[in-house]
C-alpha cells in the first residue's frame, strides 16, 4: 500500500472520520438531560474499546489521569470525558441505527483509498462472513429488548445477541466490518427474535447501503434453509453455506448414495488436500 494512502487510512484519521459522523447524530429520543453533546458520549464509548479496557468502571477511573486525560483530547477530541453512570444512561437510549453511517462512512474511505480492491477474492466478488454472537447475559439484569431463556428449574436467562457480518480473504489477517444486526426483542413483540430474523435485515441493509458490491455470502449450517437461500439469490448474492448430518439427514443420504467426482491437491508444503464434490444436490426432499 502507497504511504500516503496508508497515512489516508491511519488510525487517527479514520476515528477523525467516526467524529465527523458522530458530530452530526442528532437523537430526541433521550428521557433524561445530558449533560454533554452527544458525540463525546459516543467518542468514549469508542475509545473504551479502542483502548481495549476490561470494565466502564476501569475506564472511569482512568479519566482523571492526566496522561489518559491527554490522549482522549488528542486522540479522540473528547473534551470532558462523562462518568460511567452518565456514559451508560445516555448510550443506552440510544438506538444501534444511528450509528450505521459510521460504518459506511469507514467502507467508503477504504474503498476510495483502493485498499477494498486488495480482498476481492473470486472473480471479482468480496467474501463476506456472517455469523451470531453473544455479548451479554444475565440472571437479574434486563431491559425491554432483552431475549429470555426459560429454564426447567423456574429462572430466566436475559441475554442479548448481535449478528456480525465482516469483509474478509483467506491471505488477509485484518478484516472490514459492516454494521452488525442486534438480535433483540423488537418494539411490541412478545417472542424472542432469532438469528434469521435479524440475517434478513441485515443482508437487506446490506444491499440497500452497497446495491453494486458484489458478494459471495459465507455461513454456517443455521443459514442452508429455503427461504433464506431464496433471499440470498433474491438480492444477487452467492454464496457458500455449511450443512450437518443432523440437520440435513436427507442430504447427506442422498450424496452418500451417488457417485461424488474426487480431487486431490498437493500444496508446496508437501501436504495433500483430498476433496470430494457432487454438482446439482438437492438441499431436501422437497
Known sequence: MAKSTKNKLSAENLIRCIYDVFSRITDK????KPKLPLVHYLMSGLALFKLKYPSLLQFDKHRLDPAQSHNLKTLFHIKQVPSDTSLRERLDQLSPKTLRKAFTRLFAEAQRHKTLESYAYLNGRYLVSIDGT??????????DSCCVKNHRDGTQTYYHQMLAAVLVHPEKSQVIPFCPEFIQKQDGAKKNDCERNASKRLLKDLKREHPHLKLLVVEDALASNAPHIELLQQLGYQFILGAKPADHTWLFDWVEASQCHYYEHRDEQGCIHQFKYLNNAPLNES
Open 29 to 32: 429520543t433521550t428521557t433524561i
Open 134 to 143: 453473544g455479548y451479554f447475559s444475565s440472571k437479574t439484569i434486563n431491559c
